[in-house]
T-cell receptor, first 114, second 114 residues
Framework: EPEVTQTPSHQVTQMGQEVILRCVPI?????FYWYRQILGQKVEFLVS????????KSEIFDDQFSVERPDGSNFTLKIRSTKLEDSAMYFC????????????FGSGTRLTVV | AQTVTQSQPEMSVQEAETVTLSCTYDTSESDYYLFWYKQPPSRQMILVIRQEAYKQQNATENRFSVNFQKAAKSFSLKISDSQLGDAAMYFCAYRSVNNNDMRFGAGTRLTVKP
């Protein structure tokens, strides 16, 4: 079964550093998403991406964050100048065209900011 | 904005028994999609079942079924013949037909007792 692949599985970074979280969505999917889950809390929407541009973003997704699809396969989330409160699991997801389809999530990247 | 409420932070069920997880949501839309996701200790988000709001028939996937009450804005998940592998966090989610932002509830942690 096709999978969404995320790397790395765990990243530790110092406060103030930039991190790039990487995702390889399912190849025939057209919509891409980033979600985050702070430990013990709910899964929160960050951003959706379609046709090489952001289609929606939440209030969490401020200027500190950016997304990019640098080639035909990768989908990245960049967090500039990380803060302690950015520590969370970050999930990438993709979906086929059409809103009925549930997302296929990756296994997540655990980001720890120290 | 749509909100999703899961009023049971934790639930417990005996192996082979049946358990029902509750979910309510708030929306002014008439057409939308509802999902249940399972998050085992591996932290991956796995789609369990989905329901289209315009369909009156409740969705069923093997041991998993839903009780969708549109007027009451309720979407509960029933797990029959519970297995040890069902132990996980379960998230209810709402997705509008108008945007790609899937909203999650806070989750219910299900424990399965042998």
């Amino acid at each position: 079964e096709p999978e969404v692949t995320q790397t790395p599985s765990h990243q530790v970074t110092q406060m103030g550093q930039e991190v790039i979280l990487r995702c390889v969505p399912i190849s025939n999917h057209l919509y891409f998403y980033w979600y985050r889950q702070i430990l013990g809390q709910k899964v929160e929407f960050l951003v959706s991406f379609y046709n090489n541009e952001i289609s929606e973003k939440s209030e969490i997704f401020d200027d500190q964050f950016s997304v990019e699809r640098p080639d035909g396969s990768n989908f990245t989330l960049k967090i500039r100048s990380t803060k302690l409160e950015d520590s969370a699991m970050y999930f990438c997801a993709s979906s086929e065209q059409g809103v009925f389809y549930g997302y296929t999530f990756g296994s997540g990247t655990r980001l720890t900011v120290v | 904005a749509q909100t999703v409420t899961q009023s049971q932070p934790e639930m417990s069920v005996q192996e082979a028994e049946t358990v029902t997880l509750s979910c309510t949501y708030d929306t002014s839309e008439s057409d939308y999609y509802l999902f249940w996701y399972k998050q085992p200790p591996s932290r991956q988000m796995i789609l369990v079942i989905r329901q289209e709001a315009y369909k009156q028939q409740n969705a069923t996937e093997n041991r998993f079924s839903v009780n969708f009450q549109k007027a009451a804005k309720s979407f509960s998940l029933k797990i029959s013949d519970s297995q040890l592998g069902d132990a996980a966090m379960y998230f209810c989610a709402y997705r509008s037909v108008n945007n790609n932002d899937m909203r999650f509830g806070a989750g219910t942690r299900l424990t399965v007792k042998p």
